[in-house]
Protein backbone atom coordinates (compact mmCIF):
# COMPACT_ATOMS: atom_id res chain seq x y z
CA UNK A 1 0.00 0.00 0.00
CA UNK A 2 2.84 2.71 0.88
CA UNK A 3 4.53 1.27 -2.17
CA UNK A 4 1.91 1.74 -4.52
CA UNK A 5 1.30 5.72 -2.93
CA UNK A 6 4.68 6.38 -3.18
CA UNK A 7 4.71 5.64 -6.93
CA UNK A 8 1.49 7.64 -7.75
CA UNK A 9 3.20 10.27 -5.64
CA UNK A 10 6.06 10.00 -7.77
CA UNK A 11 3.89 9.98 -11.43
CA UNK A 12 3.02 13.29 -10.50
CA UNK A 13 6.55 14.73 -11.03
CA UNK A 14 8.14 17.48 -9.15
CA UNK A 15 5.13 19.67 -8.84
CA UNK A 16 3.98 16.92 -6.42
CA UNK A 17 6.95 18.32 -3.75
CA UNK A 18 4.93 21.73 -3.16
CA UNK A 19 1.86 19.89 -2.99
CA UNK A 20 3.01 17.37 -0.42
CA UNK A 21 4.18 20.33 1.92
CA UNK A 22 1.37 22.54 1.77
CA UNK A 23 -0.61 19.66 2.44
CA UNK A 24 1.65 19.05 5.47
CA UNK A 25 1.51 22.71 6.57
CA UNK A 26 -2.58 22.69 6.10
CA UNK A 27 -2.61 19.66 8.56
CA UNK A 28 -0.51 21.42 10.93
CA UNK A 29 -2.77 24.01 10.83
CA UNK A 30 -6.15 22.66 11.01
CA UNK A 31 -4.79 20.15 14.26
CA UNK A 32 -3.43 23.36 15.97
CA UNK A 33 -6.69 25.34 15.30
CA UNK A 34 -8.77 22.15 16.14
CA UNK A 35 -7.02 22.07 19.69
CA UNK A 36 -6.61 26.08 20.45
CA UNK A 37 -10.79 26.33 19.89
CA UNK A 38 -11.39 23.31 21.91
CA UNK A 39 -9.17 24.13 25.03
CA UNK A 40 -10.69 27.98 24.60
CA UNK A 41 -13.84 27.02 24.69
CA UNK A 42 -13.40 25.18 28.09
CA UNK A 43 -11.40 27.57 30.19
CA UNK A 44 -14.11 30.23 28.85
CA UNK A 45 -16.76 28.06 30.09
CA UNK A 46 -14.86 27.35 33.60
CA UNK A 47 -14.13 31.27 33.89
CA UNK A 48 -17.25 32.43 32.85
CA UNK A 49 -18.56 30.43 36.04
CA UNK A 50 -15.53 31.53 38.45
CA UNK A 51 -16.17 34.81 37.40
CA UNK A 52 -19.80 35.53 37.62
CA UNK A 53 -19.28 33.89 41.69
CA UNK A 54 -16.24 36.08 42.44
CA UNK A 55 -17.76 39.59 41.01
CA UNK A 56 -20.91 38.44 42.86
CA UNK A 57 -18.75 39.21 45.90
CA UNK A 58 -16.78 41.99 44.56
CA UNK A 59 -13.72 39.51 45.68
CA UNK A 60 -12.00 41.88 42.21
CA UNK A 61 -8.81 40.06 43.23
CA UNK A 62 -10.00 36.34 43.46
CA UNK A 63 -11.83 37.59 40.15
CA UNK A 64 -8.16 39.04 38.03
CA UNK A 65 -6.98 35.44 39.14
CA UNK A 66 -9.10 33.41 37.83
CA UNK A 67 -8.44 35.52 34.31
CA UNK A 68 -4.39 34.79 34.84
CA UNK A 69 -5.40 31.27 35.40
CA UNK A 70 -7.54 31.03 32.32
CA UNK A 71 -5.20 32.77 29.99
CA UNK A 72 -7.51 32.99 26.87
CA UNK A 73 -8.47 36.25 24.87
CA UNK A 74 -11.62 36.61 26.83
CA UNK A 75 -9.62 36.60 30.24
CA UNK A 76 -7.44 38.59 28.89
CA UNK A 77 -10.10 41.74 27.87
CA UNK A 78 -11.81 40.66 31.20
CA UNK A 79 -8.50 41.27 32.95
CA UNK A 80 -8.19 44.93 31.53
CA UNK A 81 -11.70 45.88 32.78
CA UNK A 82 -10.49 44.58 36.30
CA UNK A 83 -8.18 46.79 35.92
CA UNK A 84 -10.14 49.59 34.55
CA UNK A 85 -13.07 49.21 37.12
CA UNK A 86 -12.36 52.54 38.88
CA UNK A 87 -13.07 54.79 35.69
CA UNK A 88 -15.76 56.31 34.29
CA UNK A 89 -17.89 54.10 32.04
CA UNK A 90 -17.28 55.13 28.42
CA UNK A 91 -13.26 55.34 29.13
CA UNK A 92 -13.58 51.78 30.77
CA UNK A 93 -15.37 50.46 27.41
CA UNK A 94 -13.54 52.14 24.91
CA UNK A 95 -10.07 50.48 26.49
CA UNK A 96 -11.89 47.32 26.53
CA UNK A 97 -12.69 47.65 23.25
CA UNK A 98 -8.95 48.79 22.41
CA UNK A 99 -8.10 45.22 24.30
CA UNK A 100 -10.41 43.07 22.02
CA UNK A 101 -9.39 44.44 18.81
CA UNK A 102 -5.75 43.66 20.19
CA UNK A 103 -6.45 39.91 20.89
CA UNK A 104 -8.82 38.87 17.74
CA UNK A 105 -5.86 38.01 16.07
CA UNK A 106 -5.54 35.23 18.25
CA UNK A 107 -8.61 33.64 17.37
CA UNK A 108 -7.03 34.00 13.58
CA UNK A 109 -3.94 32.51 13.66
CA UNK A 110 -2.70 31.07 10.83
CA UNK A 111 -6.20 31.42 9.53
CA UNK A 112 -4.67 33.58 5.98
CA UNK A 113 -2.35 31.06 5.38
CA UNK A 114 -4.50 28.52 5.49
CA UNK A 115 -7.08 30.26 2.79
CA UNK A 116 -3.51 30.94 0.73
CA UNK A 117 -2.81 27.09 1.07
CA UNK A 118 -6.03 26.39 -0.35
CA UNK A 119 -5.44 28.85 -3.27
CA UNK A 120 -1.88 28.14 -4.18
CA UNK A 121 -2.69 23.97 -4.07
CA UNK A 122 -5.43 24.66 -6.93
CA UNK A 123 -3.08 26.57 -9.01
CA UNK A 124 0.03 24.15 -8.91
CA UNK A 125 -2.45 21.32 -9.30
CA UNK A 126 -3.71 23.35 -12.40
CA UNK A 127 -0.37 24.05 -13.24
CA UNK A 128 0.66 20.16 -12.92
CA UNK A 129 -2.70 19.67 -15.10
CA UNK A 130 -1.17 22.35 -18.35
CA UNK A 131 2.51 20.81 -17.54
CA UNK A 132 1.08 17.16 -18.38
CA UNK A 133 -0.85 18.02 -21.08
CA UNK A 134 2.09 19.81 -23.12
CA UNK A 135 4.44 16.59 -22.42
CA UNK A 136 1.69 14.55 -23.95
CA UNK A 137 1.00 16.65 -27.07
CA UNK A 138 4.48 16.84 -27.24
CA UNK A 139 4.88 13.05 -27.38
CA UNK A 140 1.64 12.69 -30.16
CA UNK A 141 3.06 15.23 -32.08
CA UNK A 142 6.69 12.95 -32.17
CA UNK A 143 5.71 10.87 -35.49
CA UNK A 144 3.27 8.10 -35.38
CA UNK A 145 -0.21 8.58 -34.58
CA UNK A 146 0.73 7.85 -31.09
CA UNK A 147 4.05 8.77 -30.09
CA UNK A 148 5.58 6.49 -27.37
CA UNK A 149 2.33 4.94 -25.47
CA UNK A 150 4.74 5.07 -22.48
CA UNK A 151 5.80 8.16 -22.17
CA UNK A 152 2.52 9.04 -23.32
CA UNK A 153 0.59 7.52 -20.43
CA UNK A 154 3.11 8.62 -18.35
CA UNK A 155 2.29 12.57 -19.30
CA UNK A 156 -1.03 11.89 -18.30
CA UNK A 157 -0.55 10.57 -15.47
CA UNK A 158 1.18 13.39 -14.35
CA UNK A 159 -1.48 15.79 -15.30
CA UNK A 160 -3.79 13.45 -13.85
CA UNK A 161 -1.92 13.09 -10.57
CA UNK A 162 -1.18 16.52 -10.07
CA UNK A 163 -4.67 17.63 -10.10
CA UNK A 164 -5.67 15.35 -8.08
CA UNK A 165 -3.17 16.54 -5.50
CA UNK A 166 -4.22 20.01 -5.46
CA UNK A 167 -7.37 19.53 -5.21
CA UNK A 168 -6.85 16.48 -2.51
CA UNK A 169 -4.93 19.38 -0.11
CA UNK A 170 -7.10 22.77 -1.33
CA UNK A 171 -10.43 21.13 -0.20
CA UNK A 172 -10.35 20.56 3.02
CA UNK A 173 -7.71 23.28 3.49
CA UNK A 174 -10.88 25.45 2.21
CA UNK A 175 -13.99 23.62 4.05
CA UNK A 176 -11.80 24.04 7.35
CA UNK A 177 -10.51 27.40 6.57
CA UNK A 178 -14.16 28.37 6.15
CA UNK A 179 -15.39 26.66 9.27
CA UNK A 180 -12.68 28.34 11.05
CA UNK A 181 -13.94 31.95 9.99
CA UNK A 182 -17.04 30.92 11.44
CA UNK A 183 -15.76 29.62 14.61
CA UNK A 184 -13.45 33.35 15.39
CA UNK A 185 -16.98 35.28 14.46
CA UNK A 186 -18.78 33.12 17.21
CA UNK A 187 -15.67 33.80 19.76
CA UNK A 188 -15.76 37.60 18.79
CA UNK A 189 -19.27 37.51 19.74
CA UNK A 190 -19.16 35.60 22.78
CA UNK A 191 -16.44 37.53 23.73
CA UNK A 192 -18.62 41.41 23.85
CA UNK A 193 -21.71 39.25 25.31
CA UNK A 194 -19.16 38.22 27.95
CA UNK A 195 -17.30 41.49 28.51
CA UNK A 196 -20.36 43.57 28.48
CA UNK A 197 -22.07 41.70 30.97
CA UNK A 198 -18.59 42.05 33.14
CA UNK A 199 -18.81 45.90 32.71
CA UNK A 200 -22.59 46.47 33.57
CA UNK A 201 -21.59 44.02 36.90
CA UNK A 202 -18.49 46.46 37.81
CA UNK A 203 -20.83 49.51 36.92
CA UNK A 204 -23.18 48.21 39.54
CA UNK A 205 -25.93 48.42 36.38
CA UNK A 206 -26.81 44.24 36.82
Not at 35 to 62: G, I, Q, T
Not at 93 to 99: A, K
Not at 173 to 196: K, P
Request: hydrophobic share 50%; glycine share 8%; net charge neutral.
Amino acid sequence: MGNKMLDLLKSGGLLMIPIVICGIFATYIIIERCVYFSSVKKRDAMLKKNLADALARKDYSAAEAFCIAAGTPVAQVVQKALACRSMQEADMREIVQTEMDAVVPKFEHNLTMLGTIANISTLLGLFGTVTGNIKAFGVLGEGGTMGNPAVLAGAIAEALMTTAGGLFVAIPSLIFHSFFVNRVNHAVTDMQSQVTSVILQLTGRM
